[in-house]
């Protein structure tokens, strides 16, 4: 059986995730749901619906998995427990700080319904809280480090976008390269958020807007640029069009750790991910994460899931036997 799958907003994070599906045999683009009108959105799947969000509530017998491809900042808070109570649903909720309470939140909306719900999925959080939990249960007497970057990151561009007087934005973030080198090196060292991450911005201000207060929101933004030094350029539409087309990003988590009667063994893992497209990645890990909910739906169980939650066969369109064969 083919898995349904619909598509709860249709930027770059929903196009990467049309994309996707047509990867995986296993599943089907059944709708995707628009905020705008219906009638103006192109998608790439003729078999597809465009629907208004206002219509998903009358499919829910047609779709198996909703993917909701809304910003951290402001949609998914809401619209995560709201679909929960109606559908499976699979989100990326990537505002770390914040992740307990909106776990919270959906869990009694999925649990209420019967669903399962699956938040923050993709590669940071997502595939990096995964290789943070392998390294860390297996050398226990050690230290976590994750690096970020450089890339662009789509959560933090969206942040500053929907400050007033944005027209359009880029947010970079970059490795401090000393200390991703003396991590590498084995030295242990004690960092700061500060001391391991710079952050970039590009921002397109609209005519006439205060430059001054957009870069002091900016810097002093909580959870996003409050606790990095940030750097703010003010650029026009056509130079950020130009220099800042692409959507890379990447990043590496490394464990370092100490095996024997005297802790005389050094040990270092190192997970290192370096992508042309952050929202095509992403939705890659949402889709397989999708394929993953649907089956622990079918098993009976409800409520709010993570990564950590996930046996990682639930992944896969394999079989167990194939898995086995092929990969022990």
């Known amino acids: 059986m083919s898995i349904r799958i619909g598509i709860f907003g249709y930027g770059n994070l929903g196009r990467g995730v049309e994309n996707a599906i047509r990867q995986n045999p296993d599943m089907t683009l059944r709708a995707v749901f628009t905020r705008r009108d219906p009638s103006t959105l192109r998608i790439q799947t003729p078999t597809a619906e465009v ?27 809401m619209q995560t427990p709201a679909m929960a109570s109606l559908f499976n649903v699979v989100d990326s909720f990537d505002t770390h700080a914040k992740i307990p309470q909106h776990f919270a939140n959906v869990d009694a909306a ?41 890339g662009v990151s789509q959560g ?50 609209k005519e006439g807007a205060d430059l001054a207060r957009i870069e002091n929101e900016i810097k002093t933004m909580p959870n996003y640029f409050a606790d990095y030094d940030t750097t703010v350029h ?12 692409g959507i890379p990003h990447g990043g590496t988590v490394i464990r370092c750790g100490k095996t024997g009667v005297g802790l005389q063994n050094s040990h270092i ?14 939705s890659s890990v949402l889709v397989a994460y999708a394929r993953a909910a649907y089956r622990m739906h079918t098993e009976g ?18 079989s167990g036997e194939e898995l086995r064969k092929e990969l022990l």
């Open 156 to 205: 933090h561009s969206d942040a500053i976008r929907r400050i007033d007087g944005v027209l359009d934005a880029k947010q970079y973030t970059v490795p401090v390269p000393e200390a991703l080198e003396a991590v590498r090196n084995g030295e242990n060292p004690t960092l700061t958020t500060r001391e391991k991450h710079t952050r970039e911005c590009y921002v397109v201000a």
């Open 51 to 77: 629907c208004h969000v206002d219509q998903a509530p009358a499919m829910t017998d047609e779709i198996d998995v909703m993917i909701l491809c809304g910003g951290s900042a402001t949609d998914l808070p």
């Open 234 to 245: 003010f650029v026009t539409k056509e130079e950020l069009d130009r220099d800042h087309a």
């Open 301 to 318: 169980q409800s409520g709010c899931k993570t990564v950590l939650d996930v046996p990682p066969a639930f992944l896969s369109p394999k």
């Open 110 to 150: 999925a649990k209420a319904a019967g669903k399962i719900a699956m938040i923050s999925v993709g590669w940071d959080p997502g595939m990096f809280s995964l290789n943070r939990m392998y390294a860390g249960a297996i050398l226990p007497d050690g230290k976590d480090y994750t690096f970020w970057g450089r």
């Open 269 to 282: 893992v190192e997970y290192r991910l370096k992508l042309d497209s952050n929202p095509e990645f992403t």
